[in-house]
């Protein structure tokens, strides 16, 4: 009996079936959902209501793409990470057995690879919207064929059958089955006693979440596909019942209204005139926007995303961070393994976008005093302008220049950690940060000589501790947003010091943060590398040959450990920005 006590199998069968499952789905898109979408083109046509709908759903069900064949890829690579664990306390087993005749050493697990689009054959989605002809055409003796643009020209059968296409895949037994089979494997790690397990489960627990999320959005798509379809014949029966009361001045004319896949057909037993056309038209626009089809066509555009909940699909980070994890390394030691630990929770912040902080309550904020009011919604207004995350902009004012600008210096963090009821801010702590900030300012040349550091490289000021060189490289990236000013205008300056930390930020995550490797990314959150590269004078090429492998200094790693570190500056920021319930 080994002394190990681990089973390799666990891995073995919940890598096959992480396979397996990978395979399924691909097989579910391509006899449910492929044959069907591939009719669809055009679809919904292009008369000026139904433009939002159509971008939504393209936009809706190509993302849904792009999840299904994300969620392949990463079950292929997470059973292939498995693999690797499972032959590490294979051969470990191996080796502690001390039977003679315990026959030959376990071998390698092959390897299946992934292949693009995670093995899944799934075709783009067709574009929804197209010109379909004329979506109502008025014929008479005197006018002959009148046909008018603007009505509801959309393919019924194609709606048809995209929704029955949806609701195919939805339901397939493949994707039916994927959640509780991805439990079952999670559920197969429980009793493993392995400092990587609860990992593996955190990993198969968002598989889970991908599939049932793919599910869901899936059904959403079919069901609205569907209603709009039925809509669609709603409307076109509304507008052929309203065609005969629509020439008023030919009353006793007989009128006969069809319609067919793509338009209403009128027929008027009368010699019309351009105005009696116009008219009839007018009447029946007003007639087709009293229908189902426009009321709901109206509720989607500007604020409204779609018929798609926003949160939707908001496993696509940590399925990305999965198909991104770093291979084990087959070593057969099963210390190997813990090279998985905190991977994924990092990875997925990588990828995970920055959210935007919405004003809820902002008299919340007052319980900190104006000081701090100021900071943080400086520090919301630039990030969120700059597209980063606004916490991380108060973050490394907390973490800078805030101690000695509210007066407390040693004893803020502490004081402030208290909350309100215990961050008592000084009056003199203004004034003395704007002393030394002047003070800084002026002997920056005398540090360089002193130091022998390049220009620029001196003494850094403001609430942000900036270096110049720093300031400057912002403001050669984005040299709209800081016309005019210059790195002493720093001083006294909160608002240009958070400013221009946001685009540091900003700097630091589009030419720095983007260019990391695998490794790297596992080995640190997001905010952690740009802390990291903050503190490492903020420009583009330090922190960017850290993502590319070089390592940070230990006083560098120490300034990012502390800003995401529980209690450290971030959950600060976050206690007062959104805890407060000043923003969400």
């Known amino acids: 009996m080994s002394p190990l ?29 492929a044959p069907g979408l591939t009719s669809t083109a055009g679809m919904g046509g292009n008369y000026p209501a139904v433009v939002a709908w159509c971008t939504a759903y393209y936009m809706h069900a190509s993302e849904l793409r792009t999840v299904v064949q994300t969620y392949a890829g990463a079950l292929r690579h997470f059973g292939e990470i498995l693999n690797s664990a499972g032959y590490n306390w294979d051969v470990a087993e191996y080796n502690a057995d001390l039977n003679p005749d315990k026959g030959a050493a376990p071998s390698h697990p092959v390897r299946a690879g992934v292949g693009s689009g995670g093995g899944v054959s799934f075709p783009e989605i067709p574009v929804a919207i197209a010109d379909n002809g004329a979506g109502m055409v008025i014929t008479s003796a005197g006018q002959g064929a009148n046909s008018r643009r603007g009505t509801p020209n959309g393919r019924a059968d194609a709606l048809a059958t995209a929704g029955t296409a949806w609701h195919g895949f939805a339901n397939s037994y493949e994707l039916a089955g994927a959640g509780a089979a991805l ?12 400092p990587e397990a609860p990992d593996i489960q955190d990993a198969l627990a968002a598989l889970r979440g991908g599939a049932e999320q793919i599910r869901t959005v899936a059904t959403a798509l079919a069901s609205a596909v569907q209603a709009h379809r039925d809509n669609l014949v709603e409307a076109r029966s509304h507008l052929a019942s309203a065609a005969a009361g629509s020439f008023p001045d030919h009353l006793d004319a007989q009128v006969t209204a069809t319609s067919d896949n793509t338009s209403v057909n009128i027929s008027v037993a009368a010699d019309l005139s351009a105005d009696d056309i116009a008219e009839a038209e007018g009447l029946l626009d007003a007639a087709a926007r009293g229908t189902t089809l426009f009321t709901v066509l109206g509720s989607i555009g500007v604020g409204n995303r779609g018929f798609v909940d926003s949160n939707a699909l908001n496993s696509l980070a940590t399925l990305k961070a999965i198909n991104e994890l770093p291979l084990l390394v087959e070593t057969g030691n099963q210390d190997s393994n813990t090279a998985l630990i905190d991977d994924l929770e990092n990875m997925a912040t990588w990828n995970t976008p920055p959210p935007t902080l919405t004003a809820v309550d902002l008299s919340a904020l007052d319980a900190y005093g104006p000081q701090m009011k100021t900071w943080a919604m400086l520090s919301v207004q630039y990030g969120n302008e700059a597209g980063v995350d606004p916490r991380m902009v108060l973050a490394m004012a907390l973490q800078e220049g805030a101690p000695l600008r509210s007066g407390l210096g040693s004893t803020f963090y502490e004081d402030l950690s208290g909350g309100p009821s215990t961050y008592h ?51 050669q990236k984005y040299p709209s947003q800081f016309e005019g000013q210059e790195w002493s205008d720093l001083v006294g300056n909160d608002e240009l010091a958070l400013k221009a930390t946001a685009y540091n930020l900003k700097l630091l995550t589009d030419d720095s943060a983007s260019h990391a490797t695998a490794d790297v990314r596992a080995s640190q959150p997001l905010n952690q590398f740009l802390s990291s590269s903050y503190n490492a004078l903020g420009v583009v090429d330090r922190s960017r040959s850290v993502a590319e492998g070089d390592t940070f200094t230990d006083h560098e790693v120490e300034h990012g450990s502390s800003t995401v570190k529980p209690g450290g500056t971030f959950a600060l920021a976050d206690t007062i920005l959104r805890g407060t319930g000043a923003y969400r």
């Open 5 to 33: 006590a681990v089973d390799a199998n666990v891995y073995y069968e919940a890598a096959k079936k992480l396979t397996d499952l990978a395979d399924e789905i691909g097989t579910a898109v391509t006899r449910d959902l």
């Open 425 to 475: 801010p000084r009056e003199g702590g203004i004034g003395a940060g704007t002393m030394y900030d002047e003070f800084r300012k002026d002997t920056t040349d005398l540090r360089e000589w002193q130091e022998g550091r390049p220009d620029g490289v001196g003494n850094s000021i403001g609430l942000t501790n900036m270096k110049e060189i720093q300031f400057d490289q912002i403001k």
């Open 183 to 194: 439990q079952a494997v999670r559920d197969s790690f429980t009793g493993v006693q392995a």
